[in-house]
Structure formats: structure tokens, C-alpha cells
T-cell receptor
Framework: DVKVTQSSRYLVKRTGEKVFLECVQD?????MFWYRQDPGLGLRLIYFSYDVKMKEKGDIPEGYSVSREKKERFSLILESASTNQTSMYLCASSRGQGFVAGVSDEQYFGPGTRLTVT | SQQGEEDPQALSIQEGENATMNCSYKTSINNLQWYRQNSGRGLVHLIL?????REKHSGRLRVTLDTSKKSSSLLITASRAADTASYFC???????????FGKGTKLSVIP
């Protein structure tokens, strides 16, 4: 079974802090994703990576950055956390090579990190 | 990207009944997927239907796709209490790498 793990289930940070959310997948997937999920808004894509060191912006990249130094690991960084970044953050991975093929594949999700910024 | 719309937003049925959820979208698509989310198992992929397919089955699930109407439906037959969850339709637009999630239908199956 594919396993996607996230570094924390719950996280509380103060406004202005730098926050790192880590995601690791164990199935040698090419593609990895970060989403945030908010009530009434569903899941929204923050960033996407289709290869090591490669990244693409999703719908809501503002205030976030990402890092993919190794194939199995994809980090989401909040440079200066703000209260409007309080949310559930979900990481996912998928097989496939290339842009369109990879994103269209089935995605495997981690358990999520509930981040609260106070 | 433009979110799809699921209908209804919430659905409550008795165990053993069938549940039907609908999804509408606004662009041409590569494929459409349905996912389930509950507190126990997180977000899990259920089924994928390609844009050139009209119907697909997987166990108690049946998915239809009508690209002329830009809509899809998910039917769960003989529902069980364990089917209680939120169900999302997810699609990638033709020529786009992005996946778009609908806002979900919250299904409650009463034992």
C-alpha cells in the first residue's frame, strides 16, 4: 500500500513564525502536491511538483513556498505565518511521468496537518 | 480554475438504500475522479472515469459521465453505515495539469 505521511497531525504557531510542513511518500511517485482544505471552499491546490527541484504554482500559492530536494519528500513553507493560513493542509502523491499524465492519475493523500496560527 | 459543484450538499438515507450524488463542471476534462473523505481514513480515491467513457463500475459504486452536459453522477448501492463520509468529484481540465475539487456532498447513512 502507498503510504503518504505528514510530519504533524496538529500544529499551533504564532503570527509571523516560519512554518515547515513535511510530507514523505514511500512509493517512488513522480508527483507530489500540497492542498489546503477549508469549510465551504473544498480543497484548493497550493503547489505541485512533478520532479525533484521542479514545482508549479496551483490556485493559491501566495504566502507559501515549497521545496523538493529528494523524490520522496515535499515540504511546504509558510515564510511568515498569518491567521488566514489557519487550515487543514493535505499532501498527496501520484504516479506517472510528465505534466498531464501525472496530475490526472489517482492521488494518494496523507492524513493531513491541522495548522492553527494565533 | 473553476470549482465543480456537487449536488446535493448533504444527503441522509437509511442503510440499504441507494445514494446518488451529482457533479457539474465547467471545462472540457481529461478525466473525472471521485474521492471519499471521513475522519477515520482521510481522503481516499474511489474511481476514475476517462472523458471517452460513459459509465464505470467498481463494487457497489457506479459512475456516469455526460461530457455534453458537463456532469457526472456517483451511485452507491445498498448503502452501509460505513459509507458515511463526504464525497468529492475531482477533475482535470483538458490541457491543464491542475486538479479541481468540488466542495463535496456529505452523506449520512443511518443504521
Amino acid at each position: 500500500d502507498v503510504k503518504v505521511t505528514q510530519s504533524s497531525r496538529y500544529l499551533v504557531k504564532r503570527t509571523g513564525e516560519k512554518v515547515f510542513l513535511e510530507c514523505v511518500q514511500d512509493m517512488d511517485h513522480e508527483n507530489m502536491f500540497w492542498y489546503r482544505q477549508d469549510p465551504g471552499l473544498g480543497l484548493r491546490l497550493i503547489y505541485f511538483s512533478y520532479d525533484v527541484k521542479m514545482k508549479e504554482k496551483g490556485d493559491i500559492p501566495e504566502g507559501y513556498s515549497v521545496s523538493r530536494e529528494k523524490k520522496e519528500r515535499f515540504s511546504l513553507i509558510l515564510e511568515s505565518a498569518s491567521t488566514n493560513q489557519t487550515s487543514m493542509y493535505l499532501c498527496a502523491s501520484s504516479r506517472g511521468q510528465g505534466f498531464v499524465a501525472g496530475v490526472s492519475d489517482e492521488q494518494y493523500f496523507g492524513p493531513g496537518t491541522r495548522l492553527t496560527v494565533t | 480554475s473553476q470549482q465543480g459543484e456537487e449536488d446535493p450538499q448533504a444527503l441522509s438515507i437509511q442503510e440499504g438504500e441507494n445514494a446518488t450524488m451529482n457533479c457539474s463542471y465547467k471545462t472540457s476534462i481529461n478525466n473525472l475522479q471521485w474521492y471519499r473523505q471521513n475522519s477515520g481514513r482521510g481522503l481516499v480515491h474511489l474511481i476514475l472515469i476517462r472523458s471517452n467513457e460513459r459509465e464505470k463500475h467498481s463494487g457497489r459504486l457506479r459512475v456516469t459521465l455526460d461530457t455534453s452536459k458537463k456532469s457526472s453522477s456517483l451511485l452507491i448501492t445498498a448503502s452501509r453505515a460505513a459509507d458515511t463520509a463526504s464525497y468529492f468529484c475531482v477533475y482535470s481540465g483538458a490541457g491543464s495539469y491542475q486538479l479541481t475539487f468540488g466542495k463535496g456532498t456529505k452523506l449520512s447513512v443511518i443504521p
